[in-house]
């Protein structure tokens, strides 16, 4: 059986494509960068105040049909008091808990949900439940960081999927323990919002950036002229005019649909478990030149037989013999330099194309890190 053994790794083998198409986008024209598109405010930032709070729950999914949890004590406890709260006082040691499930749900409740809203629902299985599949979550209230109760939660789940199986094969898709109820949580207490402070609110950007304040006060003074100002790399704050004082609201909605051309810096992001390649459009490579061979060298051992001829003694005997046959091969290196600055923003593409694997790609990435030659933030995931 042949076994390979690379002297050099695999990087070597995929950093000539690298050049490549490096190369092959330092030959292009240049040709000038497209107006980049403006985004609307409310895309990017938020007004502070203005936010969404988390919610949690403990409750219970019954009618698994026999696939529920294996008769865990909090689970037969909870059993036992939401039968307590119609009267009825169990044992809790000869309770069944097979076509029930304790489960986590979770919410988030957006600003401005007023008593009677509808919230979505995740819910998910905390015992050793196998699927959740045509269950019913029973009443839950969903409380928030501060221990107040602001919605409740009840209805028929959805997993998505299905888990079946028997005779000692199964099928699962998806993930049956989790699941999910859309509207399935009423709010019951509306969460306050205050968005201003006296005649000022501030708008807070999703990812501060310095360049992206100074965009955005300068897009607002072009229709409200001294009415805001960058408090720091992340925070605007803005003055209400005499001309809103009594509709605060419409004065919000015209400022959260200004444009504004977004700062994107340059990132190179690589996630080795998915494949996935992200590079913005100012990346850039410096020029440097990459080193491209293989020197790979094949060991192949193969078994025969040794069978005694005639004139020999009577105690001889056929015994096994290994042959080793070793060969190298050294393909050419080459050295191949380029002076241009060209962008990478095909690069994950192109390496996709020769079949480069996604720890081959970041390899590359990390080696051209290294040498200075990539102007990014690189981030492996």
């Given at each position: 059986m042949n076994v390979p053994t690379p002297h050099r790794s695999a990087l070597h083998r995929l950093l000539l494509a690298v050049v490549t198409v490096l190369a092959a986008a330092a030959l292009l024209s240049p040709r000038a960068e497209a107006q980049t598109a403006g985004v609307r405010l409310r895309d990017i930032a938020f007004l502070h105040g203005a936010r969404g709070n988390q919610l949690m729950g403990y409750g219970l999914v019954s009618g698994i049909a026999g696939d529920g949890d294996k008769d865990p004590n909090y689970t037969?406890?909870?059993?036992?008091?939401?039968?307590?709260?119609?009267?009825?006082n169990l044992d809790v040691q000869r309770l069944s808990s097979k076509n029930v499930a304790a489960v986590f749900v979770t919410a988030e409740i957006p600003p401005f949900a007023r008593s009677g809203s509808k919230i979505d629902i995740q819910v998910s299985t905390m015992g050793?439940?196998?699927t959740l599949q045509g269950g019913i979550l029973l009443q839950t209230p969903l409380m928030g960081a501060d221990g107040q109760v602001y919605a409740v939660a009840q209805g028929a789940v959805s997993i998505g999927g299905f888990s079946a199986g028997g005779g000692g094969a199964s099928v699962t898709k998806n993930h049956p323990t989790s699941a999910q109820i859309i509207g399935g949580a009423l709010v019951e207490r509306p969460i306050p919002v205050t968005l201003l402070d006296g005649n000022s609110m501030?708008?807070?950007?999703?990812?501060p950036d310095f360049t992206m304040a100074a965009r955005t006060v300068e897009a607002i003074h072009r229709k409200f002229p001294d009415t805001c100002k960058a408090l720091d790399g992340g925070t605007i704050s803005l003055e209400l005019p005499d001309q809103?004082?009594?509709?605060?609201?419409e004065f919000i909605a015209q400022v959260q649909a200004i444009e504004v051309i977004p700062d994107t810096a340059a990132r190179v992001i690589l996630n080795e478990k998915t494949g996935t390649i992200v590079a913005t459009a100012r990346v850039r490579v410096n020029s440097c030149a990459i080193a491209h061979g293989n020197l790979i060298v094949?060991?192949?051992?193969?078994?025969?037989?040794?069978?005694?001829?005639?004139?020999?003694p009577t105690n001889a005997s056929t015994v096994a013999v290994?042959?080793?046959?070793?060969?190298?091969?050294?393909?050419?290196?080459?050295?191949?330099?380029?002076?241009?600055?060209?962008?990478v923003e095909r690069v994950a593409a192109a390496l996709n194309a020769v079949g480069a694997t996604p720890r081959d790609i970041v390899a590359i990435f990390q080696a051209l890190k290294q040498s200075g030659a990539l102007q990014a933030e690189l981030l492996v995931r």
């Open positions: 037969r406890q909870s059993i036992a008091n939401v039968m307590r709260r119609f009267g009825i050793d439940a196998k501030k708008m807070i950007l999703n990812e809103y004082q009594a509709n605060p609201v094949s060991v192949a051992q193969s078994q025969t037989v040794s069978q005694p001829n005639a004139f020999a290994t042959n080793a046959d070793v060969n190298v091969t050294e393909q050419k290196a080459g050295l191949i330099p380029f002076a241009e600055m060209p962008t």
